[in-house]
């Protein structure tokens, strides 16, 4: 839940523009700002929203004082996501989660803290999604799934029934789970593929039907 606190996303690129732009169509919550390591942004603004400096600007508040959103993308594993969020976790912050107006939900959903539902989601009944978890664009994400900690679930996502992904994986755009399927601990799951067999643990697979690959 987002509270009257001092609200700060961090991280500046186009996943933050994301989440700015789902949270103004959500509600009427006022953004404090974006922080971002790359000083040459402080001053500038992303959809009216300012730039205010490096990630130490956080530290000029107490943890009770304010709500992170934690705006780091990923294109492969979530390594960076996962560290940014265990860093501020670290410091006593609190992560809320953000999720887009035109995303269905079911009502039984269980998430964790700082999850994001982005437009056009789909998640259907007896989910879990783990902490700090991004269910991307137009993802399809079917009844009883059970989604590990800082795992990205890419645009166009299909997983059917009864899927667990483990944590700190990554499912590329397009990709496709079959019923009850098993993907572990820091998987990589490359855009379009078909996985039709369980996955071991950090194993990296691509293709129709989806292959190990190195």
């Known amino acids: 839940m987002i509270e009257n606190n001092v609200i700060i996303i961090l991280g500046a690129g186009g996943h933050a523009k994301v989440l700015i732009d789902a949270l103004l169509l959500a509600s009427s919550v006022?953004?404090?700002?974006?922080v971002d390591p790359d000083l040459t942004l402080t001053g500038t603004?992303?959809?009216?929203?300012?730039?205010?400096?490096?990630?130490?600007?956080?530290?000029?508040?107490?943890?009770?004082?304010?709500?992170?959103?934690?705006?780091?993308?990923?294109?492969?594993?979530?390594?960076?996501?996962?560290?940014?969020?265990?860093?501020?976790k670290d410091m006593g912050c609190t992560f809320v989660s953000?999720?887009?107006?035109s995303a269905v939900v079911a009502s039984d959903v269980v998430f964790g803290e700082g999850v994001q539902v982005m437009a056009g989601a789909v998640i259907q009944p007896g989910c879990r999604i783990g902490i700090n978890s991004i269910i991307n664009t137009h993802a399809s994400v079917d009844h009883d799934c059970n989604i590990g900690d800082h795992v990205h679930i890419s645009p166009g996502v299909t997983l059917s029934g009864g899927v667990t992904v483990g944590a700190c994986s990554h499912i590329g755009t397009g990709a496709t789970v079959i019923q009850g399927i098993s993907i572990g601990n820091g998987c990589l799951i490359a855009a379009g593929a078909v996985v039709t067999k369980n996955i071991d643990n950090e194993v990296k697979v691509r293709g129709v039907p989806a292959r190990e690959f190195v």
Request: glycine share 14%; net charge negative; hydrophobic share 45%.
């Open 30 to 34: 006022v953004i404090t700002g974006v």
């Open 45 to 88: 603004e992303i959809l009216g929203v300012p730039v205010l400096g490096g990630d130490d600007v956080v530290n000029e508040f107490q943890p009770s004082e304010v709500q992170l959103i934690n705006g780091l993308g990923s294109v492969g594993l979530p390594v960076n996501r996962q560290k940014i969020f265990v860093r501020f």
């Open 98 to 101: 953000v999720i887009h107006p």
